[in-house]
């Protein structure tokens, strides 16, 4: 099996390294990819060094799979570049989420769509993914009619600029900015670029991606999006309104028993979902169970991952490795 981890050098790709190295996924050769500034840095991996190449470097090396982190400029460049060699393309940008002609998987949920054919393969948005692990279950029993989501995102989720913007400032260094706003004692409603309609590119990942992963239009989904100064991990307040009605022990039974889901919840403990406890784990949180007092069938909750991982480098190596077992690539 040789693979390419493209975009290497970055906030996601140092987690995708650490990730297949935990996991043993089974690598002959492995390649190191990042842009021409990186192209002859050393990097090690298991104990042994390696030096980053550049994109043209690695599809001549024809890989049987690219992980891409690397920014969608550069997948809607190089990926199709890849894909004609014969490669299979695991993005984690959001250039190929919404192609039509595309599969957007998180594996828990819908990786039995994939086929030999599919040669770029769309990893979701990370506060996506979160959400969608703990909605599954819930879909599947009592069928959602209307979803409203608000974030609390880390500055690990704009990548390597916006983690040094927040140690500058904690550090009362005068830096570079990510934002346009100090980060530090502060929470921006703004999260990626803003749109037409108001609304910033990343709520509209989070309104639209769902959609498309359960195959199913019959739901509509909201979202305010807003960073704040958490190093790493995800929260989500999540109210979500069911065509049926449910009960909130089978809730929490549903929501205990499905692989890659913790419960924490339990309000006499003080116990519920934050982003310490998730920062370098692989499952997703879910707590503060409650019936909305306000109207029927109607359930509120508070779901934390860490977006490195699930969000992003778990969930493509997942894909790269139900690809392996399926024999897909
Ligand atoms: N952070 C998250 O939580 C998260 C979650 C899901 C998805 N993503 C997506 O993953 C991607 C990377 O995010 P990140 O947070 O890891 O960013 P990052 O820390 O800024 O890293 C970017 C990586 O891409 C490489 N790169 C940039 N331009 C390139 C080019 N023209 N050719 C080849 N390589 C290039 C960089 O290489 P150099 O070091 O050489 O510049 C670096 O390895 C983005 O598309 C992002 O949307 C991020």
């Not at 493209?6 to 790709?13: D, E, I, L, N």
Request: with cysteine; hydrophobic share 40%; aromatic share 6%.
């Amino acid at each position: 099996m040789k693979i390419a981890v493209v975009g290497a050098t970055g906030m996601v790709g140092e987690v995708m390294l650490k990730v297949l190295e935990e996991r043993n996924f089974p690598i002959t050769e492995l390649l190191l990819v990042a842009s021409e500034r990186s192209v002859g840095k050393k990097m090690t991996f298991k104990n042994k060094e390696y030096t980053v190449i550049g994109l043209a470097d690695a599809v001549a090396a024809r890989p049987q799979i690219a992980i891409f982190s690397a920014g969608g400029d550069t997948s809607l460049e190089w990926a199709p570049k890849f894909a004609e060699v014969g490669t299979t393309v695991v993005d984690n940008s959001s250039a190929w989420r919404m192609d039509p002609t595309k599969k957007l998987v998180v594996p828990e949920i819908n990786a039995q769509e994939l086929t030999k054919d599919d040669k770029i393969i769309a990893n979701p948005n990370c506060s996506t993914i979160q959400m969608v692990m703990a909605l599954a279950p819930l879909h599947k029993a009592y069928q959602m009619k209307r979803v409203v989501v608000s974030t609390y995102q880390s500055v690990s989720g704009t990548g390597v600029k916006a983690v040094k913007q927040l140690e500058n400032e904690i550090a009362g260094i005068e830096g570079e900015m990510a934002y346009p706003y100090p980060i530090g004692k502060n929470a921006l409603p703004h999260c990626d670029v803003f749109m037409e309609n108001g609304y910033t590119k990343e709520e509209m990942k989070l309104a639209r991606e769902p959609q498309k992963i359960f195959n199913d239009s019959t739901f509509s989904v909201t979202a305010t999006a807003v960073r704040i100064p958490t190093a790493g991990g995800h929260s989500e307040s999540v109210n979500v309104e069911f065509e049926n009605d449910f009960d909130l022990s089978d809730v929490r039974n549903m929501l205990s028993e499905t692989p890659g889901v913790v419960l924490q919840d339990n309000t006499e403990t003080n116990t519920y979902p934050m982003p310490i406890y998730a920062h370098d784990k692989d499952e997703v949180f879910v707590g503060r169970l409650r019936r909305d007092e306000t109207q029927p069938n109607t359930l509120n909750m508070w779901i934390v991952a860490d977006n490195l991982r699930k969000g992003a480098a778990t969930n493509t190596i997942q894909i790269a490795e139900y690809l392996l077992e399926n024999d897909l690539v």
